[in-house]
Structure formats: C-alpha cells, structure tokens
C-alpha cells in the first residue's frame, strides 16, 4: 500500500469515528447552550440506544430500519425522562447540583444496564458488510453510510434551529432564559425539546456506533460520551456548528494520531486537547466570548 | 466469685485442649513410618472460593486416587485440608500448624496474594510446595523486578505464568506458520497485555521473527481501524493480540476490514473469542491455552470430577491444573520413597525438591512438565484454532 492510498483510508478512519463523535457533541452542545449543563449522562443515552437496537435485531429479529428507529425513538423518549425527572426539579438549584446530579443519572444508567443486560460485551454480526474498492484502499460501506447520515442529521438540525419556530425558541431561550419566557415562550416545552433532539441524535449515534463496532456493553457510552465532550469544547461549547467541527476534528486527530505509529498516546493527545483548549483559548473555536460575574 | 470459677474453668479446659493438641501432634509423628502427611491450604469458603473449591477437590481427588491404588511405597498420603480464606496470614497460620505433624509437603494456596505470604514461610522452613494456579513471577522469585533476584527453590506450579504465552506464539509463529513478519497489537496499562507482549518480542528476536508494527489502544477503546489500516499496511504475516476476547473480535473485524489477511494469534484471553467476531473473519486464528477441554488427556479427569462432585461441567481450568499439581507433588514424593528416606525429616523434604526441579517432560493431563530455572514449568500449551467458527483443539505444543 502506498502512502497516499494510506493516508486516505486513514482520512475515511477518521472522519467515520469523527462523525459519530459530532453526532454525540451535539447534544452535549445543545443542551449546554440552553441550561449550561454538562450532560454527563448524555454518553449513556448512547449505551441504551445501542442496547435497544442490538435486542431488536438479535432477540425479536426485527427489521434493521425497525430497530434503528426504536432505537432513535427509545433513545428520545429516555432523554426527555432523564430531563423531566432529574434536571426540572433541579432548574433553580445551583448548576453544581445539577451536574452532580448528571454525573448520578450517569452512574445509575451504566449500574442499570449492568443489572439489566449483565457486565458482559454483547455481541452481534455486523449490520453492513463489504466496501467499495478503490484502487488499493477498500472504504467500507459502513464508514460511507455513518458520514452521510451524520451530514443529513446535522443538515436537518440546522435546519430546524435556523429555519422553524421551535428553533427560534431554542436560540431564544439559550440567549436570554427571563427574556424569552417573557415573550411568552414556554420553558419547559422548548428545554424538552432540545432534550429530545439532542438524545434524537445520540440514537442515530448509537445506531452508526453499532455499524462501525458491532458490540454493546454498559459502559461504551462513558469513554465516547468523554471523548465528545472534548469534541464540544474544542469546537466551543453551545455552539452548533462548533460541535460538528470538534467532532471531526477529534476523529481525524485520533486517525492522524494512530498512523504516524502513535497509537499509544491516541487517548492521551484527546485530552491533551482538551486542556490546551482550556488554556489558550477556552470558548473553543467557534464558542461566543462572553464576560462572565462571578 | 461466680465469675473467677467460671474463668478458671476455662483456663483449664483451654490447658486441656492444648495438651490434647500436642498429643495428637505426636502421635501422628509416631506413626510416620506407614504414612505420608502433606498439607492441602485452599480457600474453600469467603470471596474467591470458586476458584478454591475446584482445586482443593481435584487435589483430592487425585490423592485419593493414589491412596486406593495403595499409596507411594506402601504407604498412604494423609492430607491435612486447611482453608485460608485466600488470606496470606490466614495461609501462613496453617502452614504453621501443619509443620507441627512433621508434613513433607504442601499444596497450595489457590490466589497470588496468599501465595507469596505462604511460599515466604515454606522457603524458609525447606518444604517443597506446588501451587496450581498462582501465575505471578513473585511467586517463585523473590525479587521480580531484579533480573538477578534469588529463587524460591522449594516452590513450583503447575500453571504458566502470563509470559510464557509470549514466547510461546512467537516459537509457534516461526516454526509452526513460518512466520517472517509480525505485528504486536496490546492493550496499554494492562499487566497481563503488556507482560505477553514483552516476552514475545523477545523470543521474536531470539527467532529471528521481524515485528514490522506494534499499535496498541487504552481500556475502554473500540475504534481499532486507524491501528489495524496501519497495520494493514506493513502486511505482516501474524498479527500478536494478547487481549482479550471482547476487543480482540473488534480487532479482528478491523483488521479484515482494513484488508489485512494476517493469521491473529493470541493468548489465553482470546477464549470465547468466536461469539465476538464473524466466523469467516476469524477463519485460522489461533491462541494457546492452559488447558483444552474435552481433549483425550483431560476428558477421563472432565467425566470423574463430574461424577464425584455431581457438577454438569469442570468449573474452571483451576481443577485440571490442581490436578496436576498433586501429581507433581506425588511424583516428589515416589522419589524420595525411593531413595529410603524418612518421610517429614530435612532430607526427604530436599529430596522431593530436588526430584521436582529434575522433572523431564513429565505427563500429566494438562501438557508435559519440566522446569526452567525459575521453578516455571516448561510445558506443552493446548494450541486452538478458529474453524468455521468454533473453537477447535488443533494440537499441543
């Protein structure tokens, strides 16, 4: 294999794990951007998602598009729960209490799963198989339908935040929560919403995740979930086209990381990142500055 | 007053329980001559007794085999069973107690922890101890990080120690597969990963055996292609995993999709590896193992352990390698019988020693025993294979 073909398949590498990573950040970034919460469980969602899709398919042999749209919808349905239950009663609370309390929900979906499903890794066969040829490289066809899917799923929210009036309410509400209230937005409508659109997300995450490795265990949310969270930062936190870029930019560093032969240290330049950025320019590379009084 | 009667009511009877002790002690010394006393120190009950139970009874079982065929030299083995709760005081107190009946050997313990503690005390008093299943290098060494360290000459084991894999996929490498090229794929942060792959590169060297890439991936990884496309790459003829299942069937699958056709080898954590990758990916992958259920040698062991302890199933590789052990232990002792020696005496314990450490190629159920001059076994691994999906026993080497 030459290098140029090398290089290439390692670009595929990286934008294939990157897209899932921006997938993830954007939920991360959404709801940062409407309550200022780091949704520490949000990794978590992911793990239930691909539970979800991996029983469709192997204990009720469901249609795939089946089961990947249970898994979307029980992924939805589960972020919108959490928010109800966990972080609306918390609104008032100090946002301390409130991270706490996602760290908690984390702990308590990755617990949960493993009295559920058992510690065990489950394993299922690959949903896509085989790849396109292209001269010396195969891309796979897995790798193809995570980029493009991921491209649609961020088209179509930008879409929706640009262009309806439920994305109205949500740039409203995450610039001014009393002002937009006052305008007769309803806050827990519009919260509820960027909820379920960011857990939307994780599900389609959930779903490419099992494309590109088909294993689900309880904890495969927490190293994704921290590796997004680095992707959302770097791109600048609340900041949705922010989060698309962190998270291929992540996905490429970790393919670049792995060919020069430092595979080792691929975790460890991810968050190497993350304290640079936290360093030299903490609002990311997109992120608005903003003057804040303690 | 009530209180004082009671309390020397109680000197009395404890005075009467350690007379009664010293006695029994003595009587059995006595009666040295028609029998031979060994010590079995397994944790049988608290936290880690799934691992203790199984070799406390296969080590019976064994005994009680040599005893109903008439024992060693005419004489019977009496086992003196302690239970150390896989703790090293625990271990050390019943070593103790056990050295009181003039023992002329120990088996045990079952974990590394209480292993150690316990070897400390047997290499200082002189008697021979086998240990099924303890695979530290502390266990027979006594300083593991100085190359120059002094040996436990009284401890051996019947298990390999990790490193052992190592070298030996890199010997099955090159003069099974005809290997030239490899490439090391671990785990970092993992002792067992890190320590395999650290003897294998050196056996790779000593063979002659090129390592053309070595990538590795964090606990908690699972995007292996960037590492397996470079691997791909250098178009090794084997791929070195020493993983474990779960990732090594990520691995597996990434590296097929990345194009790379290289034989995977790996260790003892690959067992159960055909549940975790397609059957048609994983097609002539190999990796050794302590122990191959159902093959010839262990399958009249499988059918007694079963029938004695009314199980469906041996529980874990610990009972065959218990097993073992107590033949390694009973191998000792013929020995010694045969050169005339008083069982529980200074001599014989050194005879039994020295006849373990001369063994040569030895069979028991689990491969073929000799030492090396760390007291590790040098024996035959059960080598699977990857056919069609299952997981085949293709030879021992």
Redesign the interface.
């Known amino acids: 294999?030459d290098w140029l073909s090398?290089a290439f398949?390692?670009i595929v590498?990286?934008l294939?794990?990157g897209s899932v990573y921006a997938l993830v950040a954007l939920g991360y970034s959404m709801v940062y951007g409407i309550i200022l919460l780091l949704n520490f469980a949000h990794g978590d969602i992911i793990m239930v998602g691909a539970y979800t899709a991996f029983y469709a398919m192997t204990a009720f042999h469901l249609h795939p598009v089946v089961s990947v749209v249970l898994a979307v919808l029980v992924s939805t349905a589960l972020g919108v729960f959490v928010e109800k239950v966990a972080y609306t009663p918390l609104r008032s609370a100090p946002r301390l209490s409130l991270l706490i309390t996602a760290i908690g929900i984390s702990f308590l979906l990755e617990n949960g799963a493993q009295l559920l499903f058992g510690a065990d890794?489950k394993?299922m066969?690959?949903m896509v198989r085989g790849?396109i040829r292209l001269g010396t490289?195969?891309v796979?066809f897995?790798a193809i339908i995570t980029i493009i899917v991921s491209v649609i799923a961020m088209a179509a929210l930008s879409l929706l935040v640009r262009r309806t009036k439920l994305g109205k309410a949500m740039r409203a509400v995450s610039e001014d929560m009393g002002a937009a209230q006052l305008m007769g937005i309803s806050l827990n409508k519009t919260i509820s919403f960027t909820f379920a659109v960011g857990s939307a997300l994780a599900g389609i995450g959930s779903v490419l995740y099992l494309c590109?490795?088909?294993?689900a265990?309880p904890?495969?949310g927490?190293?994704l979930g921290l590796k997004a969270f680095v992707a959302a930062v770097l791109g600048g936190i609340g900041s949705i086209p922010g989060a698309m870029l962190g998270g291929f930019a992540i996905g490429l560093l970790?393919?670049i990381?792995?060919?020069v032969?430092l595979?080792?240290w691929?975790?460890g330049v991810v968050f190497a990142v993350l304290i640079v950025v936290l360093l030299v320019k903490p609002t990311g590379i997109l992120g608005k500055k903003i003057t804040e009084k303690v | 007053m009530k209180k004082r009667v009671f309390a020397m009511v109680l000197a009395a009877a404890m005075v009467m329980a350690m007379l009664a002790s010293c006695g029994s002690g003595s009587t059995s010394a006595k009666s040295g001559s028609n029998e031979i006393v060994i010590a079995l120190i397994t944790n049988t009950t608290g936290d880690y007794a799934q691992y203790g139970i199984p070799v406390h009874n296969a080590a019976m079982m064994y005994f009680d085999k040599v005893n109903a065929e008439g024992g060693i030299n005419g004489k019977k083995i009496t086992v003196l069973e302690y239970d150390d709760k896989a703790d090293g005081v625990e271990s050390v107190n019943a070593f103790n107690l056990a050295m009181e009946k003039n023992i002329s050997a120990v088996l045990g313990s079952v974990l590394t922890g209480a292993t150690i503690a316990l070897s400390d005390a047997t290499f200082e008093a002189g008697v021979p101890q086998v240990t099924a299943s303890a695979t530290a290098e502390g266990v027979t060494v006594i300083d593991p990080d100085d190359a120059n360290s002094a040996i436990r000459t009284n401890v051996f084991r019947s298990c390999f120690i990790d490193p052992f894999q190592g070298e030996k996929m890199a010997d099955y490498a090159v003069n099974k597969l005809g290997a030239k090229t490899a490439a090391i794929f671990y785990e970092?942060g993992s002792d067992y990963s890190e320590g395999v792959k650290a003897a294998f590169e050196q056996k790779a060297a000593q063979l002659g055996l090129q390592i053309v890439?070595t990538?590795?991936?964090?606990a908690?990884?699972?995007?292996f292609?960037?590492?397996m496309?470079?691997i791909?790459?250098k178009?090794p003829d084997v791929v070195f995993a020493p993983i474990y299942y779960?990732e090594a069937?990520?691995a597996v699958?990434a590296a097929r999709?990345?194009?790379c056709t290289a034989t995977f080898l790996g260790a003892d954590g690959f067992g159960s590896v055909k549940?975790?990758?397609?059957a048609e990916d994983l097609e002539g992958t190999v990796y050794c193992s302590g122990y191959a259920p159902g093959t010839d040698s262990v399958k009249q062991f499988e059918e007694d352990y079963c029938k004695t302890f009314s199980v469906d199933a041996v529980p874990n590789m610990f009972a065959p390698l218990a097993y073992d052990a107590a033949m390694i232990l009973c191998y000792g002792l013929e020995k010694a019988e045969a050169a005339g020696l008083t069982a529980g005496t200074d001599a014989y314990r050194k005879a039994v020693i020295e006849a373990i450490s001369g063994m040569n190629n030895v069979e028991g159920i689990t491969g073929s025993y000799s030492f090396d001059a760390k007291n590790n076994p040098i024996k035959t691994a059960a080598i699977i294979e990857l056919t069609g999906g299952d997981e085949v026993f293709k030879e021992m080497y």
């Open positions: 294999m090398l398949s390692q590498n990286g294939q794990a890794t394993s066969d690959p790849g490289t195969t796979s897995a590109a490795y088909p294993q265990s904890t495969m927490s190293m970790e393919a990381v792995s060919a032969g595979s080792e691929k975790d | 970092t890439a990538e590795a991936f964090a908690g990884d699972v995007d292609k960037p590492a496309t470079n791909a790459s178009n779960g069937g990520l699958t999709a990345a194009g549940d975790y990758a397609s």
